[in-house]
């Protein structure tokens, strides 16, 4: 298989604070390929959307990128560590739009309502691509017109408190491939939009991923957005991934207890009617409260005893797959 | 340097009680951890009980009267007294040099006089009991005697006993003033928000109308019109009265620019298609949402309230003597002579200063504190 | 957006009525009219007016007649541009207030740029520093500027200017310039005096400003439309800058108009603590004398000057803030 | 003259100040010091009258200057044949120079009027006991007190060079006094026992004032500050209409009776007035109407209602200095406006007056000596005569309150009051121990002093006597605060005390006092007012107890206001009985107190009394007053008003101590025309 356009390794995100470190991403690794999409799954709080803004070095204060590799192969070819570049360096704002760009879960919220979104789409392709005013203009039209909005030589100079939800999103990805990125980090897209504009995002977003060879890393809590658009899948827990491999693979035969658990909650037209969805026994605990030994296991129903309480489970796997549960042995 | 305080996840200690905490116990908590706040509030909580308990720290009848005692300056307390602790003040001795018309006070080391805690004095009631008692006092005085903490005014009245009196007066007026508006501000402000249409035109042009009268001649002529019959404690009210009415604007504004902006807000409108009435959209979803905002405005509300009755007592507009406020104290600086012959004076402006600064730390802490993004 | 500015107008004419009857009842509010003040002022100054005089004094003025009558009588003159004669001053009140009314602006003007200028940049950096040293210390001094009434700031201002350089520090014209007409060098005069009063009287205003723009910013930035703005990767300065501090600016625009009458009251009272020529001072005197027509016109004035500045503000207002003007369109 | 010779009775008693030392003395005995030692308090003197008349005259540059460019007549034809002639205090003076001197506003007319009182028919001297001529050379009063003559100075003009003569008189008295639109009703100066008096012109220089009835205290309305004898500067300005004189050939202009009703309102109407009314209280007032011709030393060019009331010499004034020098020495003077009393007392400490006695606090004695040498000036602290620069005035026809009332008019109750002050604490806390403490009546060098047990009587500080007067009324029970209860409803007595924070510091005088009341159990409720509202109260009879000075009743019978209730416009002891005293009867409220009744009777029959039995009378009068303590007296003839003097040390020609006195007009009789200004 290709090398991955971005591989992250041994990713470590912390906040330092009064009450002690939070490790929101703690070892994670997970790799990004040309023109496929990696979905990164969990339960909210487990760190998938720290996980993004670290890759885009936007993290916030007292957060900071603190271990492990970003391997990122940019257009010209060669390959940068990202964590080791200063967050606010114009080295990584070059990153930022033309080699990676964010679509944000609330549409109205992520635009400013102080400016017309042509003003919000050009100048980041001025600011990158070094364009005159009008060429950025004529860019972001034809982008709007590649995402599919309505007259977007009228639309460019409206607001977007003008615009529809599924619309904003639209703009919104128009927007984050400005400066024709290879990845597109889509965090939560379709979270805050109703089904069938969702679809219609998702769509696009495939559309543009065959078109353009673009790379997606979507994140979601939703195992069925997962099913519907992604190749490949890394389940999150508590900052790092527990199962990680190709989406048909997991969905056939899921390794980790975690990411059986999350399947079965997934509703699905087979199910009986009037049956409750099963759910995953107790809480998601706090990052900084992180039980030892396998994270999971106050919560797993397959726990093997000591062994899961007490040791890491090491990252087990032949090929794409790779999952981390004693139950696949690796135990000491 | 270190963070006063900040909003992140909590200790794992702790994880448990926050993960069940309200949002009253987080603002709470988190509040604790604003220092400078925390010591602003026990420093207003002091000065409240100072103001209620004022009779008792005063020295001297605050209104007495003495020619003898004019313009006295600060007066030091000597602690110690042959080898043990028995505070005292030196006796003094005046006389006016009728070259330069100055009084000028001797130091009278021969006649000492001391200090008593639980002293006798003038009467007064506190809390409903009639008694004579005060923190401090004179043992073997003398008419003229006194413990001048702060000096004497030019009747000779002490500084310090006044102060006490008027403290009291200019922080109540500005508690009650600040709930007054208070409640006129978010019942106008929401009321306006929430139906729109005519009422809120009409709230806005009151709104408007208030905020564009220069406040002063507002004030002088209401203080004119004032029966001059009524008593200190009827004018006081009115005084306060007056002061609310014109404050409760800016209240009322930021309510409602704030339901306004929410209204947009993408979690009302969930809320209301979630079919949840009214009523529990703006007092579940939206007034949460900023309180932070009415706080702050209130911290800063308050303050401005005292500072304005100070003012017009000042100005002779507001309380006027023999009633004692900051303002009225203040006024008997307004002149060359005071400055030049008894700068003392304006130490007044010192709890002044310090009570409104502590006001705005606290409310600037509250704000932080109950802030929902925390 | 016309039919928006055409109804701005129209309210504004209505808040400028309804100040003029404000106005007009305050000063009625005081029991007894200008004849029996005038009578007091004669008294306190070793002279008398007979009663004979007295009631001519009333009628000739029309202080016998109704509320109402005095009121149209009032407005009907100001229609033509006449706001009548100043009965202490026995002169029209145009010519009483004079240079006052545009030394109050000028002076309530200065305090304002003053306020302004401090103000934004302060408040943008208490809010992106937040509890840096320098958060701090902005913080700790507006608050000061907050605590110290500005009143008591004129009067060390006024001793000190005593003390130091002699009384007439305190006026806004050295004793040469105040005799003589207006010229370059009276105006250069003016230039010298008018900075300090300015600075008293501003001081509690860009307090209170800059904290108004510290919490609005606070909120903003935390807001997902900045963490898009940065994932562009544009430059932070040039995030906060363009996104957060537009935001903030908006209820910093609305506040402007109403630092006016704020600053217009506070310079009344440092007017009078510094003995500044401005209306200040002026208007005390007419009310307490209740010379009817001239405190009258001076409140009336300075409402419609700050219903001007609302209605200026509003249009700052719409054009700061985008969802207004769409929804003016 | 007779008259002339019986007025010097008494002035001689006043020349010299002695008695009035003694009475500083005891003034300042309570601090253990004499302020003489300060040698601020010099003697009573004035430039004088001279006999002589010099051969030749000369005038100032400023005015040779316009002679020579033939824009006005030579000095000589400007003069009167008979000038004024005035022998300066120390020395000839030189001239030029303007003198700068704050204002605050036009209610301050006055600061100005008194500067040009020199336009008073008659004036007194340095020791303000003695009548001496001033426009009018001379007078005479017939045996029975009916007419009464004065001699104007041939060839005599108005600042315009317009003759003044006696038909100016006659134009006063027939167009002005006797039109009903103008002076509703005759004064009661010019009306005796309410019988109208006339004025006749005798001849060019002569005029005559008749009445039906004795009326020997004319001389001294003459000379006081009086409607018919204060002169036009303060009689025809703020409109009033007395003075006795104006100048016809001007104002005829204005005047219906000259063209008709219509005409001149139409002149009213285009220049700005709604009747010709108004156009002509306008015109006649020298503070406002530059063109009004005067005879003061200096006249109007820059109106009061502005921020530099600016005035300049008068071309044909009347007087000349011993060596023919054309009087005033000064070209200028020129009032800034002060924004407030602070303002004008810094600017006087700053030296940017130079010579200022009007506004300037006596609280701020100590800083002012301070800033002697800074500001360049001297300070003198001029003594006045009335008895009480804080007089607590009684409503004696309040009745809103029947039990307040029913006290106010006990005398006993009153006494106690009086008794219940500690005068030495007042005097030392406001008066800086300047003042003298005591009872309402003038000083003893005053010929209408009822001698020196009068000053204390009822007016010494005892609150045991106090005690037990108020017990034996009857008000024995008290509260928990230890104050005396009603008698009707068993509340608390409360006695309102309106005091106006005017001239005098009255609200924190009247704290002190409220707080030695407390001692006798009288609780005094003080209520700091606006001057307006205060002086509507007391006109609507609606206040208990106001306080205000008692200026002027060192000459009771030319400004009673102060000690009797017998003027309507200013009645602080009672408006009903004032009205009552003023219209005959016919208005008001007659008094019940048989004691005042007679005291009101007295002061009736005094006009037609002569000199020194008018004093008695006035003795008599005052005896009553202190004796019922309807104005309770506390601390006064001090520098309090009018009493310190910064004066540039520039000047020349100044006295030593100026007389402080409502009739006095201070400063004119320190004639302030032949001031000068030093090399």
């Known amino acids: 298989m290709a090398e991955p356009l971005l591989s992250v390794r041994g990713l470590r995100t912390h906040f330092e604070t009064p009450e002690g470190t939070i490790r929101a991403v703690d070892d994670l690794d997970f790799d990004v390929f040309e023109g496929r999409t990696l979905g990164v799954v969990g339960e909210s709080g487990c760190g998938k959307s720290v996980a993004a803004r670290s890759v885009l070095g936007i993290v916030e204060k007292p957060g900071r990128v603190v271990g492990g590799r970003i391997l990122l192969r940019t257009h010209a070819g060669d390959t940068l560590d990202l964590a080791a570049l200063p967050q606010d360096s114009a080295a990584y704002r070059a990153i930022r739009g033309p080699e990676i760009a964010l679509v944000f879960q609330e549409p109205m919220a992520s635009f400013s309502q102080y400016y017309t979104i042509g003003n919000q789409i050009t100048e980041a392709i001025r600011l990158h691509l070094r364009l005159s005013r009008s060429a950025a203009r004529a860019r972001a039209i034809e982008l709007l017109d590649m995402v599919g909005v309505p007259q977007p030589s009228r639309r460019i100079d409206e607001y977007p408190f003008q615009l529809s939800g599924g619309l904003r999103q639209r703009v919104m990805i128009a927007m984050a491939l400005a400066c024709d990125p290879r990845i597109l980090i889509a965090d939560e897209p379709t979270t805050a939009l109703d089904v069938t504009t969702q679809a219609q995002i998702l769509d696009l977003l495939r559309e543009l991923q065959a078109k353009r060879g673009l790379a997606i890393i979507l994140i979601t809590h939703d195992m069925g957005v997962i099913a519907e658009m992604a190749h490949d899948v890394a389940v999150m827990y508590l900052g790092r991934a527990v199962e990680t491999g190709p989406v048909a693979d997991i969905f056939a035969a899921p390794a980790h207890p975690y990411t059986r658990a999350l399947l079965r909650s997934i509703p699905t037209v087979l199910a009986k009617p009037r049956t409750h969805l099963p759910t995953i026994a107790g809480s998601i605990p706090m990052p900084s409260a992180r039980p030892a030994g396998c994270a999971f296991s106050p919560r797993c129903s397959e726990v093997l005893g000591d062994v899961c309480r007490q040791t890491e489970p090491p990252a087990i796997g032949e090929g794409a797959r790779s999952v981390r549960c004693f139950l696949h042995g690796g135990a000491p | ?374 | 957006m016309i039919t928006f500015v055409v109804r701005r107008l129209l309210l504004a004419i209505v808040t400028t009525w309804l100040i003029s009857v404000l106005s007009f009842a305050i000063i009625q509010l005081p029991p007894g009219d200008f004849v029996d003040t005038y009578i007091a002022q004669m008294a306190a100054s070793g002279s008398s007016v007979s009663a004979q005089a007295a009631e001519a004094m009333r009628k000739m003025y029309g202080l016998d007649r109704p509320f109402y009558v005095q009121y149209g009588k009032w407005v009907g003159r100001i229609v033509h541009g006449d706001f009548g004669e100043s009965m202490e001053w026995r002169r029209p009140v145009l010519e009483v207030i004079g240079d006052r009314l545009w030394l109050t602006v000028l002076l309530a003007f200065a305090a304002l740029i003053i306020t302004w200028g401090l103000a934004l940049p302060i408040g943008i950096y208490s809010a992106v520093r937040q509890y840096s040293i320098g958060d701090y210390l902005f913080t700790l001094v507006g608050f000061v500027g907050i605590a110290v009434p500005n009143f008591l700031l004129a009067l060390v201002l006024m001793y000190f200017s005593f003390r130091w350089f002699g009384a007439s520090v305190g006026g806004l014209f050295s004793a040469k310039y105040s005799l003589l007409p207006w010229s370059w060098g009276k105006v250069w005069d003016l230039m010298k005096h008018l900075p300090l009063p300015a600075v008293v009287l501003a001081l509690g205003g860009t307090a209170q400003l800059v904290r108004i723009m510290r919490a609005n910013l606070l909120d903003e930035l935390r807001r997902p439309y900045v963490v898009t703005a940065r994932a562009k990767g544009l430059t932070e300065t040039r995030v906060v800058l363009k996104y957060p501090v537009r935001a903030a600016l908006n209820p910093f625009a609305s506040n402007i108009a109403y630092l006016f009458p704020f600053l217009v009251s506070g310079s009344v009272i440092i007017s009078i603590v510094l003995g500044l020529p401005t209306v200040g001072p002026l208007l005390v005197e007419a009310l307490i004398s209740q010379d009817m027509f001239l405190a009258g016109s001076i409140v009336l004035l300075l409402g419609v000057l700050t219903v001007i500045g609302t209605f200026i503000s509003d249009l700052v207002l719409m054009w700061v803030d985008p969802r207004l003007r769409q929804g003016m369109g | 003259m007779t008259t002339r010779r019986q007025v010097l009775g008494y002035a001689s008693a006043l020349a010299a100040t002695a008695p009035a030392g003694e009475a500083l003395a005891q003034a300042v005995s309570s601090s253990h010091s004499n302020f003489a030692q300060s040698g601020l308090v010099g003697h009573l003197e004035s430039a004088t009258e001279a006999t002589a008349i010099p051969a030749s005259f000369k005038e100032a540059p400023m005015l040779a200057e316009l002679v020579k460019q033939g824009k006005l007549p030579p000095v000589h034809e400007r003069l009167p044949v008979e000038p004024l002639v005035l022998k300066p205090l120390d020395a000839i003076g030189r001239y030029g120079g303007t003198w700068r001197r704050g204002f605050i506003g036009p209610s301050d007319g006055e600061n100005g009027n008194r500067i040009n009182a020199s336009d008073k028919l008659l004036l007194w001297d340095a020791t303000g006991s003695k009548i001496i001529p001033n426009v009018a050379k001379g007078w005479d009063m017939s045996k029975d007190g009916k007419t009464f003559t004065l001699f104007l100075r041939k060839g005599m003009k108005w600042s315009d060079g317009h003759p003044y003569t006696a038909d100016d008189f006659a134009f006063w008295y027939e167009d002005i006094y006797s039109n009903r639109d103008i002076v509703p009703t005759p004064i009661p100066d010019m009306s005796p026992q309410a019988k109208p008096g006339r004025l006749v012109k005798i001849d060019e220089t002569t005029v005559q004032f008749q009445f039906d009835v004795p009326y020997y205290l004319f001389l001294d309305m003459m000379a006081g500050d009086t409607l018919i004898g204060g002169g036009q500067s303060v009689q025809q300005s703020i409109g009033n209409c007395g003075g006795a004189y104006s100048p016809g050939h001007y104002l005829k202009q204005f005047l219906p009776k000259y063209s008709s009703e219509a005409a001149v309102n139409k002149l009213a109407r285009e220049q700005g007035y709604d009747n010709w009314g108004r156009l002509l209280a306008f015109k006649k007032d020298w503070e406002l109407n530059p063109e009004l011709p005067t005879l003061g030393g200096w006249h109007t060019v820059k109106p009061i209602n502005t921020p530099t009331w600016t005035m300049v010499r008068n071309p044909y004034f009347y007087m000349v200095d011993t060596a023919g020098n054309q009087l005033p020495y000064i070209d200028n003077i020129v009032m800034t406006l002060a924004e407030s009393l602070e303002v004008v007392n810094l600017r006087a400490m700053a030296g940017e007056y130079d010579m200022q006695e009007r506004h300037i606090d006596l609280q701020k004695l100590p800083i002012i000596l301070d800033n002697r040498d800074r500001g360049n000036y001297d300070v003198h602290l001029d003594l006045a005569y009335n008895g009480a620069d804080t007089a607590i005035q009684i409503n004696l026809s309040y009745k809103d309150d029947p039990e307040i009332a029913k006290w106010l008019h006990t005398a006993d109750f009153r006494r106690a009051l009086s008794l219940g002050i500690d005068r030495d604490q007042m005097n030392q806390t406001f008066w800086l121990g300047l003042g003298t403490p005591g009872s309402a009546v003038p000083a003893e060098v005053m010929p209408q002093n009822p001698g020196k047990e009068w000053r204390t009587k009822w007016s010494t500080h005892d609150p045991a006597q106090a005690n037990k007067m108020l017990d034996a009324l009857g008000l024995t029970k008290k509260d928990a605060d230890g104050y005396r209860l009603r008698t009707d409803n068993g509340k608390r007595l409360v006695l309102q005390v309106e005091a106006v924070a005017a001239m005098l510091d009255y609200p924190r005088q009247m704290e002190m006092v409220a707080q030695q009341w407390r001692k006798i159990g009288i609780y005094g409720d003080v209520k700091q007012m606006e001057r307006g509202l205060a002086f509507q109260r007391i006109a609507a009879n609606q206040d208990q107890i106001n306080v205000w000075t008692n200026g002027g009743t060192e000459l009771m019978y030319l400004f009673p206001r102060h000690c009797l209730p017998v003027d309507p416009t200013e009645a602080h002891l009672g408006v009903e009985i004032a009205k009552w005293y003023s219209s005959g009867g016919k208005q008001g409220m007659a008094p019940t107190d048989p004691e005042l009744k007679r005291a009101l009777e007295l002061f009736r029959s005094a006009a037609g009394q002569q000199e020194d039995e008018r004093n008695k009378t006035a003795q008599e009068i005052w005896k009553i007053i202190v004796d019922q303590q309807y104005s309770i007296g506390t601390v006064g003839q001090s520098p309090a008003q009018f009493g310190v003097r910064l004066v540039s040390r520039k000047l020349g020609n100044i006295p030593s101590r100026a007389c402080i006195a409502q009739h006095c007009r201070t400063p004119e009789t320190s004639r302030p025309e032949t001031w000068f200004f030093k090399a």
């Open chain 2, 1 to 374: 340097m270190r963070l006063p305080f900040t909003r992140r996840k909590p200790a794992p200690s702790k994880a448990e009680r926050y993960a069940t905490a309200t949002q009253l116990q987080l603002t709470w908590w988190r509040f604790c951890r604003h220092r400078l706040a925390v010591v602003s509030l026990i420093v207003l909580l002091l000065a409240y009980t100072a103001a209620i308990m004022a009779d008792f720290l005063a020295t001297t009848d605050p209104h007495q009267t003495n020619a003898a005692t004019s313009y006295i300056e600060p007066q030091a307390i000597h602690w110690f007294d042959n080898g043990g602790f028995h505070p005292f003040v030196y006796g003094l001795k005046g006389a006016r040099d009728m070259r330069t018309f100055k009084l000028s006070y001797k130091v009278d080391t021969s006649r000492k006089v001391y200090l008593d805690l639980f002293a006798h004095n003038y009467d007064y009631s506190l809390f409903g009991f009639r008694t004579d008692i005060h923190l401090f006092g004179l043992r073997n005085a003398n008419r003229n005697d006194g413990i001048y903490i702060l000096g004497t005014d030019q009747l000779g009245r002490d500084l310090w006993s006044r102060l006490a009196v008027a403290t009291r007066v200019s922080l109540f007026i500005g508690l009650v003033g600040v709930s007054i508006s208070l409640f006129l501000g978010v019942i106008l402000g929401g009321v306006s928000a929430i139906y729109g249409g005519w009422i809120d035109i009409l709230v806005q042009r009151m709104i408007e109308v208030v905020r564009s009268m220069p406040t002063i001649p507002l004030w002088l002529g209401l203080s004119a019109a004032m029966p001059s019959s009524w008593s200190v404690t009827q004018v006081y009210l009115a005084i306060t009265i007056i002061i609310s009415l014109l404050s409760w604007t800016d209240l009322a504004r930021t309510v409602r620019g704030k339901f306004l902006s929410l209204r947009e807000e993408d979690f009302v409108l969930a809320a209301e298609l979630a079919g949840a009435s009214q009523a529990r959209i703006i007092f579940f979803h939206m007034l949460p949402s900023f309180t932070s905002h009415i706080i702050a405005a209130v911290s800063l509300a308050l303050p401005a309230m005292i500072i304005s009755e100070t003012s017009l007592s000042f100005l002779g507009l507001g309380l006027r003597p023999p009633a004692i406020s900051w303002g009225v104290l203040l006024q008997d600086a307004q002149n060359v002579q005071t400055l030049v012959l008894a700068p003392w004076l304006l130490t007044v402006a010192v709890p002044v200063i310090i009570v409104i600064l502590a006001f705005n730390f606290l409310g600037d802490g509250l704000r932080d504190a109950a802030d929902p993004y925390g």
